[in-house]
């Protein structure tokens, strides 16, 4: 065991040197590699929270020599990031870090945390709200350039002050070192290419005693995101039973009109296992959110949410590709509203289902709750495409959802139906009260779809003209006839769920961010225009905005939200996918 003596990491003056360091993080995508599980041997098992950051090296690399990174730093947003102060005084310190310790950002990233490094917190004990509990790991390449790197950094930080001196201990035949610092202790082991530093001794020391007793087994936060299926670049591992305690202090101390929500909170945070958050950079960037639960420790109402939102809406069939914006999936309705009522108060779960029936089951003349509800869904989405015409700047969007008819008179359908026009109309008699132009609803039945609007002289912004219909088993609403009959002739009526995705997954939302592009490009003038108008500036300024949002969207072509449910556990996934490959 090298036992140099070996210094905390940078005082509060280095923060620019963290500051790079975090940035450094979100640099590559990873895979599952050694030095990553020498370091969990060490991390004690009660840990609440562990970031796991490993392979930065080879991957940091791959993205400087990949496409996005020559055409981002050719492009005039990299340009001006290149020559903005934050990048000066980066090059600033970098030069200090070459006179005083002998490396550079590159030198940091590649020897001493190219491998792998993670940061574990425990935590704090009730009413020690200042107790930090963190632990810090370092796993170089190459033994000597850390010990050589620490053994100048301690030096510079004693000629600093910031260090006043380091005494050398020893636990259970290791040896590990205190250091004096002038706002208090601190303790850190160097094993070879292995760093341990803590702020308290009890944790660095538990967790020298962890890496003996795991020497041969798997790591328990090793097999959690194996289990999670986390293997990352970066992973932050949450550990569930760390907060237990916590979440049954809450649900006992609860208000009364709180406790319902506290209760049922506790009841699915213990049905919870795991959970990871991942990023990982291959040609796209993906940061997935995993987690493990155990359903029947869930209340029901919960469960039948979970069962409904695992499989693909019909929808996506029915959306363009190029949309601006896009989302659907499925929901049990029923499930839902039961779900929410488990977060209330009796008296607000009471006015929220007296509201729901005044409010939406009165005007169908059918009972909500029982009547209507068990027909609506699972199917739902939401689509908003650029505008058909040139000379309008607002994007058209629908609203859908599946609306079967149920059982009963009337038909859940046409009571749905019914309730849409009712507020229609009462929109009407509000308008014409109070305007000279009156507005009418008016009924198109054009291409075998009826479709209802509303019509009046300049009542709504130029291609604006909200309609309604029900066609195909689906109640729609949209901001123009055209965008609902588009979308009710585009339904399938066979009843097929198949989407367009990712193996396994299920979409969720899909963003077309180079659709944007073209549409605020084809469109300058016009947005220009009217943003001016809103905001009080001049159309010059505007354009200008407009201008420095086109610079951004720029590198980036695709956002997409998927999720994926399978052997007890669930993913979320959001992907970015750059308008140039990040490998």
Not at 84 to 89: M, N, Q, T
Not at 185 to 190: E, I
Request: proline content about 7%; some cysteine.
């Amino acid at each position: 065991m090298n036992t140099r003596n070996s210094p905390a990491p940078p005082s509060p003056r280095r923060t620019p040197v963290l500051a790079t360091l975090a940035v450094l993080l979100l640099t590559a995508p990873g895979r599952a590699a050694a030095p990553r599980d020498e370091l969990l041997r060490l991390v004690p098992d009660d840990v609440a929270f562990c970031l796991v950051v490993q392979d930065l090296r080879d991957h940091a690399r791959a993205l400087g020599a990949s496409p996005f990174a020559r055409d981002f730093l050719a492009s005039p947003l990299g340009t001006a990031l290149a020559a903005s102060g934050e990048v000066k005084k980066l090059a600033e310190v970098e030069a200090f870090l070459k006179e005083h310790l002998g490396v550079g950002w590159a030198g940091l990233r590649d020897d001493l945390l190219g491998d792998a490094f993670v940061l574990a917190f425990r935590s704090r004990p009730p009413g020690k709200a200042d107790d930090d509990q963190g632990l810090f790991l370092l796993r170089a390449r190459d033994a000597r350039a850390l010990a050589d790197f620490v053994e100048r950094l301690n030096r510079v930080q004693k000629d600093s002050g910031d260090l006043k001196e380091v005494e050398t201990r020893r636990h259970g035949g290791v040896t590990y070192h205190r250091r004096a610092e002038r706002k208090g202790d601190t303790f850190y082991s160097l094993d070879g290419p292995v760093l341990a530093f803590s702020s308290r001794e009890d944790l660095l020391r538990q967790a020298l005693e962890q890496g003996r007793r795991t020497a041969e087994a798997e790591p328990l936060v090793a097999r959690e995101l194996r289990s999670l299926g986390a293997g990352a670049l970066a992973t932050l591992w949450i550990n569930p039973r760390a907060f237990d305690a916590e979440m049954e202090r809450a649900a006992l101390s609860a208000k009364p009109d709180e406790a319902a929500a506290h209760r049922t909170l506790a009841r699915c945070w213990k049905a919870l296992d795991g959970a990871a958050l991942s990023l990982a950079l291959e040609k796209d960037l993906r940061l997935t959110l995993s987690v493990r639960a155990r359903p029947d420790g869930l209340p029901p109402a919960f469960r039948k949410l979970m069962a409904a939102t695992g499989r693909p809406s019909v929808l996506w069939k029915c959306f363009p590709d190029d949309a601006l914006l896009a989302a659907a999936g499925h929901v049990d309705a029923s499930a839902l509203l039961e779900a929410l009522g488990e977060l209330l108060a009796p008296e607000a779960r009471a006015a929220l289902t007296e509201g729901l029936e005044r409010g939406v089951g009165a005007p169908a003349g059918k009972e909500f709750v029982a009547g209507m509800l068990p027909a609506l869904g699972p199917d739902w989405g939401v689509c908003v495409t650029a505008p058909a015409s040139a000379t309008s700047w607002l994007p058209q969007a629908v609203v859908a959802l599946r609306v079967r008819p149920g059982t009963g008179t009337p038909p859940a359908d046409a009571a749905t139906l019914s309730a849409i026009t009712f507020y229609a109309q009462l929109a009407i008699l509000a308008h014409n009260k109070s305007h000279k132009a009156p507005l009418g609803l008016r009924s198109d039945a054009r291409g075998g779809v009826e479709v209802k609007y509303l019509s009046g002289e300049g009542a709504f912004p130029p291609g604006v003209r909200p309609s309604f219909a029900l066609h195909a088993g689906f109640l729609i609403l949209g901001t123009t006839s055209e965008a609902v009959r588009d979308l009710a002739v585009s339904l399938p009526l066979d009843g097929s769920n198949a989407a367009p995705g990712y193996p396994g997954e299920v979409p969720l939302l899909r963003v077309s961010v180079k659709a944007v592009r073209t549409f605020l490009e084809g469109r300058r003038e016009l947005l220009a225009e009217a943003s001016a108008s809103k905001e009080g500036v001049t159309k010059d300024e505007a354009a200008r905005r407009l201008d420095g949002i086109l610079m951004v969207l720029r590198h980036i072509d695709r956002v997409e939200v998927t999720q994926a449910a399978r052997d007890g556990r669930a993913s979320l996934t959001l992907r970015v996918e750059t308008a140039k490959p990040l490998r």
